[in-house]
């Protein structure tokens, strides 16, 4: 292994020196395991994460990676992960797809694990007719399993995110999965200047010893579950001790918030929040919200921005401050089903939300579409 310098999370993320490539996501994605100091990579390819494994299985080769190996399908990858976890260290891997639907019965398992792996999601269509194009209807389900979900609008967000996913991880009272999700293609393979820290200098190493649950101990939940399953028991003790466990892993996203507002600062972004019309977006689409809000003002529509970083834990705070006074709101998306217009809806004033426009299947969302909605909605807030 490569002798480097190990420093405070906090200088690394804040204070440390950057400089600037000309990279694409994937890249971003290398450069970031590249500064994690993780123990072990786990891999298998697919369509748009495969060059960004094969990108850390180089590190690997050069001496970044402590360990990396290819699994022979996602769930054995994920499966892998999480006996990787088990044991102490600290791993990496990434999927997208039809390969997160293949692997998924291990994230809600990660979490009840209380493993503090984190995954990249390179998010694409999973439905037939077969496409390799970038859709996220993924994370809508990801959201779910207990996992910490994060969505990265561009390749700067996506390395500072894979670095402060794990700040946050391990911290003892969160010690749960973080998937950092990005838009296929979109943001895998759109190359922008990213700002990087120097690639002499890495996070801390993992410390099992600061986990809630003992590595590998086969007497205390979660392992002993596995050991002697509590399915296998018919009684209100076996009942209790799941449903306790769930409301633990959730108790954790929660306790969370305080190491996000640490790491990453606010969870949202929000652009002209005294507008009556607002978009409320998160990744590719609030890259493409943020144009539109652009081109809205100059044909004389006052709209403004909110763009979420962080899915899970959903920041109900926040975003019921930010929207409180808005008149009309807007959520384009990247999916057919609008699981973000879903979970805004679900907390302010639900007539108030307009889901759209929402593309997927690999289509394009130019901000003409979405500013085409913005007057529709203008002509009713400023009548």
Request: aromatic share 8%; proline share 8%.
């Amino acid at each position: 292994m490569k002798e480097r310098k190990i420093v405070d999370p906090e200088y690394l993320l804040k204070e440390a020196p950057r400089e600037r490539k000309f990279i694409t996501g994937n890249e971003a994605v290398a450069e970031a395991i590249k500064r994690a100091n993780i123990d072990i990579a786990i891999a298998y390819p697919i369509t748009p994460q495969s060059e960004a494994m094969h990108l850390v299985g180089d590190l690997y080769a050069e001496g970044y990676v402590k360990d990396y190996y290819r699994g022979e399908n996602e769930l054995g990858v994920m499966s892998a992960a999480a006996g990787a976890a088990l044991g102490g260290v600290r791993v990496f891997t990434a999927t997208g797809g039809p390969g997160t639907l293949r692997a998924f019965e291990m994230f809600p398992c990660w979490a009840g694990m209380r493993l503090p792996i984190v995954c990249a999601f390179m998010c694409r269509g999973v439905n037939s007719p077969l496409t390799i194009q970038p859709d996220n209807i993924e994370i809508g389900w990801l959201m779910d399993t207990g996992m910490l979900i994060f969505h990265a609008e561009n390749p700067q967000e996506v390395f500072d995110m894979l670095l402060q996913a794990y700040c946050i991880a391990e911290q003892p009272d969160v010690h749960v999965p973080i998937g950092v999700c990005m838009d296929g293609f979109f943001v895998t393979h759109t190359r922008e200047i990213v700002e990087v820290t120097p690639d002499d200098e890495v996070l801390p190493p993992y410390d099992p010893s600061m986990s809630p649950i003992p590595t590998m101990d086969m007497e205390s939940p979660p392992v002993r579950h596995m050991r002697d399953p509590f399915v296998m028991k018919s009684n209100y003790i076996s009942y209790a001790t799941h449903a306790s466990w769930q409301q633990e892993v959730r108790a954790a996203a929660d306790r969370a918030r305080k190491h996000i507002a640490r790491y990453m600062g606010n969870p949202i972004e929000v652009i002209n929040p005294d507008a009556k019309l607002l978009v409320v977006a998160s990744g590719s689409a609030a890259a493409q919200a943020r144009v539109a809000v652009d081109m809205a003002k100059k044909e004389g529509i006052d709209a403004g921005l909110v763009k979420i970083k962080v899915l899970r834990p959903f920041p109900d705070k926040e975003i019921k401050s930010a929207l409180k006074d808005a008149e009309a709101i807007l959520v384009p998306e990247y999916n057919i089903v609008g699981w973000l217009a879903r979970e805004i809806a679900s907390r302010i004033d639900a007539s108030k939300v307009f889901g759209g426009p929402r593309v997927f299947g690999g289509m394009t969302m130019p901000p003409e579409i979405i500013v085409g909605e913005m007057k529709k909605l203008a002509r009713v807030v400023y009548r």
